[in-house]
């Protein structure tokens, strides 16, 4: 079946560093990739998706670039902020028809000033 | 826009009572409507799916008798935890299908607490 592997956190960063949180993904045919972003106390905020092979999804200065080749979804910011502290979740649905979604655990960022 | 509530944010229930969610979608039509539940620092579990007109169907292992699914409108999902027990206090999140997409929105979340 479809799986979602995401790094264990928290990751924990200086404002302004770098930011890559791995996902890989385990599914047939192409699924669509998706990051979610989860503030404290909130419900899921879609980030940013991708749905073909090469697609490169981007928001608020977040990028994931979809690799077939190596099934990964990795996302990336250049420059974090304090206001980026949050969970997020890579997820996936199957690439034929309407399928649920499948997450990944969740990886905690945490920024500080 | 894609703006799904829920309703109550949270909610504290005694032992033995119902206690019901709302999940609507404000600005769209959602024929699908998805129920998770969340615990603490974990990911979300999908418990049922339910389509509008239809009976939901439910994820193994979750207990359709005791978490019961009601999806009487294109805009509004109500799930009602019937006879709950501080086992069941969590925090649930619904999400609805758009149309024909693949895409998910979701709503805020509602947390439970069962004394």
């Known amino acids: 079946g479809n799986s979602v592997t995401q790094m264990e956190g928290p990751v924990t960063l200086s404002e302004e560093a770098f930011l890559t949180i791995n996902c890989t993904y385990t599914a047939t045919g192409y699924p669509s990739l998706f990051w979610y972003v989860q503030y404290p106390g909130e419900g899921l905020q879609l980030l940013l998706k991708a749905t073909k092979a090469d697609d490169k999804g981007s928001n608020k200065g977040f990028e994931a670039t979809y690799r077939k080749e190596t099934t990964s979804f990795h996302l990336e910011k250049g420059s974090v902020q304090v206001s980026d502290s949050a969970v997020y979740f890579c997820?996936?649905?199957?690439?034929?028809?309407?399928?649920?979604?499948?997450f990944g655990t969740g990886t905690r960022l945490l920024v500080s000033p | 826009g894609a703006v799904v509530s829920q309703h109550p944010s949270w909610v504290i229930c005694k032992s033995g009572t119902s206690v019901k969610i709302e999940c609507r979608s404000l600005d769209f039509q959602a024929t699908t409507m998805f129920w998770y539940r969340q615990f603490p620092k974990q990911s979300l579990m999908l418990m049922a799916t339910?389509?509008?007109?239809?009976?939901?169907?439910?994820e193994q292992g979750v207990e359709k008798d005791k978490f019961l699914i009601n999806h009487a409108s294109l805009t509004l999902s109500t799930l009602t935890v019937t006879s709950a027990h501080p086992e069941d206090s969590s925090f649930y999140i619904c999400s609805a299908r758009k149309g024909q997409t693949r895409e998910q929105y979701f709503g805020p979340g509602t947390r439970l607490t069962v004394t």
């Open positions: 997820a996936l649905t199957g690439a034929t028809g309407f399928q649920k979604l499948v």
């Open positions: 339910s389509n509008e007109g239809s009976k939901a169907t439910y």
